[in-house]
């Protein structure tokens, strides 16, 4: 199920995901920009660019809602401009990065095939293992709650359709595109059904995409998964689990966009 499409549930109350992006001339005057050099480099970079340096940025990115993975492919200006965001203090925060190693600094480092099996290993592993308690809790929620508290049906629709289109994405990555860049990395001739890497790339950054606009709305129908005073412990566990569920997703696709794809594709040249 694509994001485009609005689950039946949401469907009955209403709801629906704007698949349209503001264009950028439409987002008015923004915060002023610094003149200094410095500033201006942070400010024209893309934003996965940045976060591919050093993965610590990504951090700076989630604590001002600046989305360093779909959105990645934005320079940050931009992004600052839709997040409503002051540059100056995102620059700030960056500046305090430092470049010292990590476990995250190291992935950049890895070999394709190293790094698939990271993402394979972590990141799917994780969706299988969290997405259905994620479907569980939010159909418990409909039991209990769904005829007292009118978002709680929608909620649970834009969850199953969160879950729907992630699972097939995967099987998708793992049985046709990793394998693909697997090969490529070992210089190994494949035969494919997709004709050039790019292809099935521009398919799954674009079925990420869709992924990031079900997160928008499950970020409205939440207030950004907060909980009511009124919220039941399974309702609070729900909303928690899915705020975990999306930083994951997060750094899942970062990996995926500004890393894995790119270096695939400078591969394929």
Partial sequence: MSATSTPKDAQATGHRVDSQPRHDAQLGQGFPLSESTQDNHWLEQKVGELVAEDFR????????????????????????????????????????????????????????????????????????????????????????????YAEIVPFA????????????????????????????????????????IGNP??????????????????????????PPEHACTTWRVCYATLAEFEADLHQHIHLENNILFPKALGLAQ
Avoid at 168 to 184: N, S, T, W
Avoid at 204 to 223: A, F, P, R, S
């Fill in 57 to 148: 940025r990504a951090h700076v990115f989630s604590q001002f809602g600046i989305d360093f993975c779909c959105g990645g492919g934005k320079p940050l200006s931009i992004a600052c401009e839709r997040a409503e965001i002051d540059p100056a203090k995102v620059v700030a925060a960056l500046n305090a990065v430092t470049l010292t190693g990590s476990k995250e600094d190291e992935l950049n480092q890895l070999p394709l095939d190293q790094l698939i099996e990271y993402i394979e290993s972590t990141h799917h592993q994780y969706v299988r293992e969290k997405a259905p308690l994620l479907v569980e809790y939010s159909e418990k929620m409909v039991r209990a709650h769904g005829e007292h």
């Fill in 201 to 226: 790339i521009n398919a799954m950054q674009h079925e990420h995409e869709e992924v990031g606009l079900i997160l928008q709305k499950l970020h409205e129908l939440t207030n950004d998964f907060t």
């Fill in 157 to 196: 629709g834009w969850v199953r359709a969160l879950v729907e289109d992630l699972m097939p994405h995967l099987m998708k990555e793992e049985k046709i595109l990793f394998p693909a860049i697997r090969g490529l990395s070992q210089a190994e001739h494949i035969e494919t059904c997709f004709g050039h």
